[in-house]
Every structure is written in structure tokens, then in C-alpha cells.
């Protein structure tokens, strides 16, 4: 894995979203647009709602949908402190099974902040 | 459902687990604490976290879990607004296979509210 | 279970709609609305898209799922052989862990079935 | 849960079995006798094969897939101590999710052993 | 990804399921059959029976299952109205977590299209 | 897949390893504490406690944590045959799905097998 993961994990992305979304097909088109506003602000606030899809993403044991995550909490300004201790909360609920997707996770985060 | 579920849902839990922790098993008994402690003020506080532990509960489709973090999230002040947010997130990352789940606890959450 | 599951059903599922419409939450009220198309007539007659939905409520083993797709089922026109050819399909994807499921499913169905 | 769950426990699954059998599909059929003889002395012998189906139906979260290989166990001859043992595994693979499932299981296995 | 993954995906498949079959276990290669003859012709045809496979690999996020019901239902005749009727079912039921599936699903039915 | 893989398995986990423990977060660590000592020698030994991770791992569907246990259970001593019965059952419990994680473990155990 490079230091540059986010720009192509984000390329391959928008690359095969739009071979998804060329297929015309009105319902999978709105529930893109649902999954896109469940995370903009309102009661609870961006950050906190990112934390949630990431460990949501984590217990789930999709690794792209971690990176997606992983993103965006970046972006949102969330802490080393507070990133691990949403991971433990994955750990504690999904189990062992979740540690290949954390280790990954880790090493993503560790890599979106280094200079 | 009675309005009392939440006191019947607590002394059933109880009773289990002391069945379960008086099996003297260490490894049981730790992972008991670990996953206490988990939830506990750090850099992200309380309320984060139940939410958090809320949504892993739904995309993992379990009621006893979800009216746990519901309990908790209730105690730490979770309103109507960021109750329903987080839920529509559990929606959208799980799909319609969560909306019985969903119910149940629109149903507990709304049965806690009242007077 | 008696046979009147099916109205027992669908009343309880409608009482409970009620309370998560009635948050007035705008995501989740559309994510309900996008549930419903999908399984309208299009490309696909709804009876092959309620034989896709019976299975994957199956394989994701929720009974709440199945019931629905059961009824749905039985009002599109599945016969018999057509249902346990998609029960059948379930179980060998899913595994032995899908057998209470298939079992309470083969039960409802049968009672659908009787006058 | 009365003393007598094994017992109505077995004439449901039996009641059950025998609808799903009724249909007189043949790769149902010939699933179950996969799933029977998956479980019989070879290599590895019966005991060591239901603590293996205990813990699979643990971290699937299968509550009677868990009550059927409890049975087993018990018939096999697992000790307490095995017992436990063998729950902490499913505990650590499948994290606190399974532990609803976990509580009851102690409870049902309890319940076996008094006399 | 090029546009002879069919083949590649294939050879693979062939070369592990010898590996496999070679252990000589009876119970793994009578499993291997009942999967074979759960997509045969039937009360419902075959076609039917690979977009219920399809759909049921993707709510479980599989994507050798995808990959293998993909060129089945290719091979069956499926329009892109189809696929994508039945992609967007499996996108309701299973949550955005099935996207990143959904997404490698659609680039490989467009490259088999291609001439 | 070359023979070295086990060689490379184990150092890319360590590697990874490192950087979730380097996080210096308290309850991953005690989490890290809690799966090993699962597996240790008890009621149970540790070759039957390692089948039974096989298991779980295979059932849920997670290629590194079955290859931590492919390299334990060979470490244990599990013959060819302990390992197809073991297979079996996953197979069995976890259906069709699991095939792909099964064909990979397979290849993976005949490697190590060879001088």
C-alpha cells in the first residue's frame, strides 16, 4: 500500500460508480442520493455520523466501505484518540473476526497522517 | 409490549448474566468488562458511543443489543432528532432487512418517552 | 401458530409502520417508498422479484422478511413446486444455519395454502 | 424457560421437520442427510464435531441451531469446563453481538444439568 | 480488471474445485452436486433460479458467487433490464454495504457485453 | 499463491500488528490478550480449540483468520482427514457461500503438506 491509496481507492471509485450509475436505473440512482444525504449535517453532526458509518462499515467487514469512512472522519477532523476508540468499539462488538479489517484500517489512518 | 419493557428487558438481562458469570470462566468474565468499558467517557463521549454501539446493533440485526444502547442512549440524552438520524443511517448501510429491527425499536424508543 | 398469522401479521407490520412514519423522518420515509418500487412489475414480473425477495430474506435469515415475501408469494401465483425450488436454492446457499427458517416458512406456506 | 425445554424443544423440530419433508423435494431431502452425517464419528469424533457446530451456530447467532448442538453436547458428554470454554471462543470470534445468544445457551445447558 | 476475466475466473475456479475434490470427502462432493442441480430446470426455469443466485450472493457479498451467477445469467439470456431490476433489489435488501459488490458486479456484465 | 505463503502471511500480520498496537489504546491490546489466550490449552486442547476457529472462521467467512488457523492446526497436528471433516461441516453449517473461503484453505493446507 502507498501513501497515495486515497487518490486511487477514490479514482477507482468515481470510475466504477459511473458504470453503475450509466446503467440508468432510477432506484439504484435515488438510493445513492439516500446514502449520500444520510450522512450531511442535521441533529447529529457530520463527524459523529461518519464515526457511525465507520464502525457500522468495520462490524459489517467491508473494507472499502471502512476506507470510504476513513476518509471522510479525516475530513471531519476526528482525532488518533477518538479513531481508535471507535475501532475498539468495532472490535468489542463484531469480534475477532473484525481484527483483519481494523489492522488494515489502522495502517490507512496511520498513512493519511503522515506528511 | 408494555410500557415496562424496559424494567423487564433489565431484570432478565440481569438474571443471565449472573447465570453466565457463575460459570467462573475468566476469559468470559473479562471480555464482560471489556465490553463495559468500551462505552465509557474518552476522547469521544458517552453519547457518541451509544450511538455508535446503537447502529452496530442494528446492522448486525439484534434486538436484545439495540434496546441495550436504546436504554443507554436515552440516559444520555439522545433526542428524537438524532435517535431517527442514526437510525436512518442503520437503514441505509443495512438495507430493508434491518426495517423489523428498525420498528421494534422506533416502538421501544417511543414507548420510553412517555409520561 | 394459527391461521390467521397472515392478518395477525399484517396488522402488527402496519401498527408498527405507523410509529417509524410518524417520526417524519425524510430518509427513512423515502427508503421505504424505494422498498416498495423495487419490487413493482418492470423488466422482471413481481413474481420472479417476490421469489428474489422470499430467498434473500432467507439467506439473511430474518422471518419477519420471509413472511412478507410469503404472502406476496401466494398472491403473485408461486406454486408449490415453485416455492420449495426457491427454498431449496436458500438452503444450499445459505447452509444448515437456514433450516429453522426454511422450516417456520414451510409451515406458514402450508397454512396459506389450506381453506 | 421450563425444565422441559429439550423435550418440546425436539417435538417442535420433529413437527416442524416433517412439513418440510412432506414436500417431497429431493435436494431438501438429500440436504438433511448431508447435515446428519456431517456430525458423525470419523476422523474426528462426535464430540469434537459438536462443539465445532455449537461454536459455528454461536458466531451465525442461531439460537436453535445452538439449543439442537447443546443436546448434542450434552448426550457427547462435554463437560462443563468444555462447555465454557468452547462459549468464550464463539464470545472472542463473534463479539459481544453474540452474547444474548451466549446467555441463553448457559442457561439452557444449566437447566440440563440439574437433576 | 480485462476483458478475459470470464476465462481467468473460470480456470481458477476448475484448477481449486480439483484441489478440493481430489480430498476425496464424500460429504464436500455430494454438497458440490445438490449445489449444481439447485439451479437446474425445474418448476422454475433456470434463468429464474440464477438471478435468485445472484441476488442471494450479492445480499451475502460474495464475489466469486457473483462472478460465477453473472456469466450464468448471461449464459440464460438476462437483459441489462434484468440485471439491473435484480441489482437493485439486492441493493434495497442488503444496504450500501452490498455497493462496492454492486459496483464490480456492473463492470463485469458491461465487459461481457462488449464485443 | 506461492509456498511461502505462510512465511508472508505471518510477517505482513505482524507488520500490521504493530501499527494497531503502537495505537497504545488499553482495550485493543486486552482484546489481543483475550484471543490468544482462547486457544490455549484448558478443558479442551488446544488442536480441538483451533479446528473449532477453523470452523468459525470459515462459517463466517474470513480468509485471514481461517489462514491464522490453517497454520495453527497444521502446527497441532491435524491430519488430512481431521481437516476435510472439519471443512465439511463448515460447508455443511455455512452453505454454498463459503466454497470460495473453502477452495482457498484447501490449497493453502496441500501447500503446507508439501516437502
Redesign the interface.
Known amino acids: 500500500m502507498t501513501k497515495k491509496w486515497r487518490k486511487e481507492f477514490e479514482e477507482e ?1 468515481s470510475r ?2 459511473e ?2 450509475t450509466s ?3 432510477l ?2 440512482k ?3 442520493a ?2 449520500d ?3 450531511h449535517a ?3 453532526p457530520p463527524k ?2 461518519e ?3 465507520l ?3 468495520l ?4 473494507d ?2 471502512v476506507s470510504y469512512h476513513l476518509i471522510k472522519c479525516k475530513d471531519e477532523g476526528v ?4 479513531f ?17 479489517h ?3 484500517a ?2 490507512r489512518h ?1 498513512n493519511m497522517q503522515e506528511k
Chains 1, 2, 3, 4, 5, 6 share one sequence.
Open positions: 471509485r466504477l460508480n458504470i453503475v446503467s440508468g436505473h432506484g439504484i435515488r438510493f445513492f439516500l446514502d444525504q444520510a450522512y442535521g441533529a447529529l459523529v455520523k464515526l457511525i458509518g464502525v457500522a462499515s462490524v459489517l467487514r467491508c472499502e466501505c482525532t488518533d484518540e477518538e481508535y476508540e471507535a475501532l475498539n468499539i468495532a472490535l468489542v462488538v463484531g469480534g475477532s473476526i473484525v481484527i483483519p481494523l489492522r488494515r489502522s495502517e496511520e
